[in-house]
């Protein structure tokens, strides 16, 4: 895999959204209805109104934001 390759598969297909309740910023991707690969960045998991942890990996506020968005059309599956 080139570097380029490399940074298209982690970085490809993903868009900002912000979570309706916290308005924490976290970059998102659907490469499926079924799956969802969230990039967060250290200010958003602060400002996460809901903990998170290795027990509780995804905030229920933020996919719910998510799956507006999808609905919306704001957000595409690629």
Known sequence: MTLTERQE??????A???CARCRA???VRKSSPQQTSVQWT???EKECA????A???TCL???ASIDDAVRAGR???T
């Open 9 to 14: 598969y982690l970085e490809g297909g993903f």
């Open 16 to 18: 900002e959204l912000s």
């Open 25 to 27: 910023l976290v970059r």
């Open 42 to 44: 250290t200010q958003a």
């Open 50 to 53: 809901n903990p998170l942890s």
């Open 55 to 57: 027990l509780v990996p």
């Open 61 to 63: 506020d933020l996919r």
């Open 75 to 77: 957000l595409g599956v």
